[in-house]
């Protein structure tokens, strides 16, 4: 039984309709702080079936050891985290509490139930503004926010943990731009408040919410001048975690480190004109100034992936743009 954190968020969810369509039996817990209940009557729609499902927060040691007792747990996946880089910024304190103590407090409880196999959601933020493209692993990690700087700390967590223990298969996943949505239209990104990433503000845009899409500087050194990002399809993103899960359970014990994009990079103009031919009309922008932070491109090197796992994306920027509108115009 595979055991999902953080179950009901946008990741969590997909993984979860993923791995049970495969037939796998899972467990997802979740604190529903940026994550809705709802997700788990759309998640048995989808696949129906009952979902087993425990209302916790990660960091509560007694109640995941409950857990661990009750459910024949065998590998984690562990994407509870907070993940909004402003919100970081604003309040360090609570995101290293969470994504840190988290983290550890899931090894102390696996550690106990002799559980060692772990997926960790991570992410490209680690590596800051890059000196080089694509990025490759081995790049340098210069992340620029508590955000970033939490995910750091946990990957070197994990790597000292797996030195010091016997038998563990880790795999740390650096996510690039998550996009999309399932193509049911039944889960996707759910959006919390005023998005700061560029695909739901642009669906926010295409369902009438917000005016226009502000495009964050266009005189950038990229084929628009706008910002490159290397946008990836979520459904491609779990496929690595799957992926990876049956990896790691071949292996006697594992320490592994992959980039999970598709290699390419794709600029916000370009994005946003996938968004306009799904939904089918031009969406308003604006150009105004560059956002604090933001690098001109970022792109994966993501063959590691594709050696180690037989890993690769297959989905387009327009089936981003399609799955992301399908999920959107149902949205109450
Ligand atoms: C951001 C985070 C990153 C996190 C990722 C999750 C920063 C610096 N980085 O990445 O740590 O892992 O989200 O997906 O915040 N843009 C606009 N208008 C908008 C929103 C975005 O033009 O309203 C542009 C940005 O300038 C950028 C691109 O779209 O060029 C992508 O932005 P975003 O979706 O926020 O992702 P990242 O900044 O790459």
């Not at 979740?30 to 696949?47: E, F, G, M, P, W």
């Not at 196999?117 to 081995?138: D, R």
């Amino acid at each position: 039984m595979i055991l999902l954190t953080g179950g009901l968020g946008y990741l969590g969810s997909h993984m979860a309709a993923q791995i049970i369509e495969q037939g796998h039996e899972v467990v997802l817990v979740d604190n529903l702080s940026n994550s809705k209940i709802a997700v788990l009557d759309r998640l048995s729609q989808l696949t129906g079936r009952d979902i087993s499902f425990v209302k916790i927060d990660v960091r509560d040691k007694a109640a995941m050891q409950e857990v661990f007792s009750q459910y024949p747990i065998t590998q984690v996946v562990h994407f509870a985290g907070s993940k909004s880089v402003n919100e970081s910024i604003q309040q360090p304190l609570d995101y290293y509490d969470n994504n840190v103590n988290s983290l550890i407090s899931l090894l102390h409880v696996m550690k106990e139930a002799q559980v060692k196999t772990i997926v960790f959601s991570s992410t490209a933020a680690i590596y800051g503004e890059p000196e080089s493209l694509p990025i490759p692993e081995s790049a340098r990690q210069a992340p620029i926010t508590p955000y970033g700087r939490s995910k750091q700390i946990c990957e070197q967590i994990l790597q000292d943990f797996s030195n010091a223990e016997q038998g563990w298969k880790i795999a740390v996943l650096r996510y690039f731009n998550p996009a999309g949505a399932h193509s049911s239209g039944i889960i996707g990104e759910v959006p919390n408040g005023i998005p700061n990433n560029l695909v739901p503000y642009i669906a926010q845009v295409a369902r009438d919410e917000r005016p226009f899409l502000q495009v964050f500087g266009n005189d950038y050194n990229t084929i628009d001048g706008t910002g490159v990002r290397d946008f990836i399809h979520v459904q491609d993103l779990i496929d690595g975690h799957t992926k990876a899960l049956a990896w790691l359970s071949t292996q006697p014990q594992a320490f592994e480190v992959l980039n999970l994009g598709r290699g390419e990079g794709v600029s916000v103009k370009q994005m946003l004109d996938a968004f306009s031919k799904a939904v089918g009309h031009e969406l308003p922008y604006k150009v105004v100034a560059r956002r604090d932070g933001d690098s001109a491109s970022v792109y994966a090197d993501a063959s590691r992936a594709n050696c180690l796992l037989g890993w690769q994306a297959t989905r387009t920027v327009d089936e981003m743009a399609i799955d992301t509108w399908r999920f959107y115009e149902k949205l109450a």
